[in-house]
């Protein structure tokens, strides 16, 4: 158990001095940093909470509101170029954190998802 923890630790640190993390950090000071980037964020906070206050009162209906919320977010992200970088790094971030989890349950579940489970009891060839 012990080298597996330590392995979990060197995997974490490799996330963590990834570019793609570097990148998220960068993009999150820098739009943490910009006053016109807070106050879009805290509209679109605002809008937010009414949206899900409106659907708690039965105001709106769901799906509007999802619809609602999502215009508002690509709006937001449309006027400022700084919160446009933060959420193209998280998505970058996202995808390698969960490539490496797709990996890490290849070795745990045995398979790739409708590929090669690296047992050639399994199939009838290599590609």
Same mark, same amino acid.
């Given at each position: 158990m012990t080298e597996m923890m330590q392995k979990a630790h060197?995997?974490?640190q490799l996330i963590k001095d990834s570019d793609e993390m570097k990148a998220l950090k960068a993009a999150e000071e820098a739009q943490a940093k910009d006053e016109a980037a807070q106050e879009l964020i805290k509209e679109f906070n605002m809008k937010r909470m009414n949206l899900a206050r409106d659907m708690q009162e !039965?105001? %709106?209906?769901?799906?509007?509101?999802?619809k609602?919320?999502?215009?508002?977010?690509?709006?937001?992200?449309e006027k400022s170029e700084l919160i446009k970088n933060y959420v193209a790094a998280k998505?970058?971030?996202d995808k390698t954190v969960?490539?490496?989890? !797709?990996? %890490?349950?290849?070795?745990?579940m045995g398979e790739e998802e409708?590929?090669?489970?690296?047992?050639?009891h399994t199939c009838g060839g290599c590609h």
């Open positions: 060197e995997l974490g !039965g105001k %709106i209906e769901q799906g509007e509101a999802i609602k919320n999502n215009d508002a977010f690509n709006e937001m992200v998505k970058a971030f969960n490539e490496v989890n !797709g990996i %890490i349950n290849i070795y745990i409708g590929g090669c489970t690296h047992d050639c």
